[in-house]
């Protein structure tokens, strides 16, 4: 097992590919493994158990709470105390307790650390982490996450860390359904978008979502910085989690499913859009 500053990434995605990246740049990445084997990939692994022989820390970047627990059930063998795994995948807050408590079983330290910011924010290294558990191992990952963002938030506990984050994307994925419906509608009253988006500018909807989409929209590029199948995930856990607090979480849902079901699944959220082009 390596140190502090040695770390190792489990799961090559659009954002754990570039995070894995910029710890290489920075003579830190000690481990990289991915489902879908990518050996010309920096120090990569064969297995998530040989990344943790090799480094102190671990980051896991997956998909979905099945993804997680298959990810954390094979380094279980291998992890020790002064292991400390960092968990960046958006998960509900019950999955998030009892992964923790996983861990802990083995003498590592866990923190859920979910984030926020799409490719071009991790490109950046503007990345922004809800940081959840202990105060010595919320520290401790406090110390490798800022070499990736511009902000941490230390929120308590483990699930209330994942909570916060399903919290914010509903906010993200109300906006951008909501962003889509306008512009719609706009473009229907022969309103040119250059029209739209200045007006929108000045008024008190814009939003940092409104700017970091404005050109995908105004040129239909749907490649992906966020996916739609993602967000239906967060969108899928956020309702079974808060139940009948969300229902306009539900409504947003049905509509990623929509845009997942007519061929949007791998393209960005602002695929939205495509539903009200039918």
């Given at each position: 097992m390596g140190s502090d500053s040695s770390t190792g990434v489990l799961g090559l995605g659009i954002i754990?590919?570039?995070?894995?990246?910029?710890?290489?740049?920075?003579?830190?990445?000690?481990?990289?493994?991915?489902?879908?084997?990518?050996?010309?990939?920096?120090?990569?692994?064969?297995?998530?158990?040989?990344?943790?022989?090799?480094?102190?820390?671990?980051?896991?970047?997956?998909?979905?709470?099945?993804a997680?627990?298959?990810?954390?059930?094979?380094?279980?063998?291998?992890?020790?105390?002064?292991?400390?795994?960092i968990q960046s995948s958006t998960i509900d807050p019950a999955s998030s307790r009892r992964f923790c408590e996983l861990v802990a079983g083995s003498g590592a330290a866990y923190v859920?650390?979910?984030?926020?910011?799409?490719?071009?924010?991790?490109?950046?290294?503007?990345?922004?982490?809800?940081?959840?558990?202990?105060?010595?191992?919320?520290?401790?990952?406090?110390?490798?996450?800022?070499?990736?963002?511009?902000?941490r938030f230390p929120i308590g506990l483990p699930e209330q860390a994942a909570t916060l984050k399903l919290a914010c994307n509903l906010q993200i994925a109300c906006q951008m359904e909501a962003l889509c419906e306008a512009l719609a509608w706009a473009r229907s009253a022969g309103i040119p978008d250059d029209t739209f988006f200045s007006a929108l500018r000045v008024n008190a909807a814009w939003s940092g979502l409104s700017q970091l989409k404005e050109p995908k929209l105004k040129s239909r590029d749907y490649s992906p910085q966020f996916s739609v199948k993602h967000m239906l995930k967060d969108m899928r856990l956020a309702v079974q989690t808060g139940r009948e607090r969300l229902p306009l979480g539900a409504a947003v849902a049905d509509r990623l499913r929509l845009a997942a079901e007519n061929r949007s699944a791998d393209e960005d959220i602002s695929a939205l859009y495509r539903n009200l082009d039918r």
């Open positions: 754990g590919s570039i995070w894995a990246r910029h710890l290489h740049d920075d003579g830190m990445l000690a481990g990289s493994w991915n489902r879908t084997p990518r050996p010309s990939f920096p120090s990569w692994k064969g297995s998530p158990a040989e990344v943790a022989d090799s480094a102190g820390v671990l980051i896991v970047v997956v998909s979905d709470p099945p997680v627990e298959s990810v954390l059930r094979a380094l279980l063998p291998r992890l020790r105390p002064g292991h400390l795994v859920e650390a979910p984030f926020t910011g799409s490719k071009p924010a991790a490109e950046q290294r503007q990345t922004v982490f809800y940081m959840g558990g202990e105060r010595a191992a919320v520290e401790r990952a406090d110390s490798i996450l800022a070499r990736l963002s511009q902000k």
